[in-house]
């Protein structure tokens, strides 16, 4: 029963829902609906977490790398899908694929939803999130014997907040996170399953530094390998913080566009290590394995401040708005009101005056 289990899971054919609710940081939802609001195309993402006692925790989202793009369609470049996947922390994985839906459709999957869902379900992604009008329309699925059934959706606040972050002690401290009421068990069951891939990809693939791959290897003592650097960086608040590796003789500014493009940060993002700002110019190494933190520039800052206040301030004009037109249309209802049923009562008093004169002629008769 146990191998028969464990195999069902590996082809998506579980007896039982891996995933039954998908628990998404607030701020990463209303991230995803900004995204949306602002293109006619779908948009889709990468649902960052754990999975936990049938409870998708997804602490972040990564938008695709896009291959294809259009209002009713989306494919992620697989040529750039591997980048996205190699600067999860240890710990986290991507547990599920979240994207727009035109609000003519709705939250509802679609056939290609389907066949998609089913795909991913037999890697092991089981959690998947469709968003319409605005994320009024959510809806959240995972597949049972190759079938899709629909599963609860809650945004949680500062879910972020619930990680905690711990050490490997080996030549470098690898950073992983974790739920903050995880078993050891659920833990360490993780954190073995990437712990391999963490450590190598530090050091693998193997390049010599000063002659190209295909060379004959030299008869000196003197045989070198490239040097790679664990760059930490953390594009918003909390613990939350993807791994780069990178050559460590390079300079930070060398590889920081490839920083910003993955994560989807704007090209004036400012970087803290340290409490000081991260120069171009300064070598890798010397950031190695230290948390990198972003931090949005003053004027994007005064921005979005200009922007909450405008906001703030359009809602209460419409609602000082509507309750003046509710007024206004109350009393011109009450002065209609008052108009009709005088003219009715003129009309009553004609109706009976004319009865009368009929009344009086038949009698005359």
Excluded at 182 to 210: C, M, Q, Y
Excluded at 331 to 344: A, C, F, S, T
Aim: proline share 4%; charged share 30%.
């Amino acid at each position: 029963m146990i191998r028969r289990k464990r195999k069902a899971q590996e082809g998506g054919l579980v007896e039982e829902p891996v995933v039954k609710i998908v628990i998404m940081d607030q701020e990463a939802f209303e991230r995803a609906v900004r995204v949306g609001a602002a293109t006619d195309s779908e948009v889709g993402f990468y649902m960052i977490g754990i999975i936990r006692d049938h409870e998708a925790f997804v602490y972040d989202i990564i938008e695709f790398p896009y291959s294809e793009k259009s209002p009713t369609l989306i494919a992620s470049d697989p040529a750039k899908v591997a980048r996205v996947f190699s600067i999860i922390p240890l710990g986290l994985t991507v547990i599920g694929i979240m994207h727009k839906h035109p609000d003519t459709i709705g939250s509802t999957f679609s056939s290609i939803d389907a066949k998609t869902f089913v795909e991913w379900a037999r890697e092991g992604v089981h959690a998947h999130v469709i968003f319409s009008k605005n994320g009024r329309d959510v809806s959240a699925y995972t597949v049972v014997k190759n079938k899709i059934v629909k599963i609860d959706f809650v945004t949680k606040k500062n879910l972020v907040d619930e990680l905690r972050i711990g050490y490997i002690p080996i030549s470098t401290r690898i950073p992983f996170l974790y739920h903050s009421e995880d078993t050891f068990v659920s833990l360490i069951t993780r954190l073995e399953k990437g712990l391999t891939h963490s450590v190598l990809k530090e050091i693998s693939p193997l390049k010599p530094t000063n002659a190209k791959i295909f060379e004959k290897v030299p008869k000196s003592n003197a045989l070198e390998f490239e040097k790679r650097s664990r760059i930490l960086v953390a594009p918003r608040k909390g613990l939350l913080v993807y791994e780069f590796i990178f050559p460590q003789e390079k300079k930070f500014g060398e590889v920081k566009e490839e920083i910003i493009k993955v994560l989807g940060l704007t090209t004036n993002s400012v970087f803290i290590c340290e409490g000081a700002l991260v120069d171009d110019k300064t070598i890798l190494r010397e950031l190695h394995g230290k948390i990198i933190r972003v931090q949005q520039p003053v004027e994007k800052i005064v921005e979005e401040l200009i922007e909450a206040r405008i906001r703030k301030l359009e809602q209460t004009i419409l609602s000082a708005l509507k309750d003046y037109l509710s007024k206004a249309i109350e009393e011109e209802v009450k002065q209609l009101r008052k108009i009709i049923k005088k003219e009715l009562k003129k009309e009553v008093k004609k109706i009976v005056k004319e009865a009368l004169r009929e009344v009086n002629a038949t009698n005359k008769k």
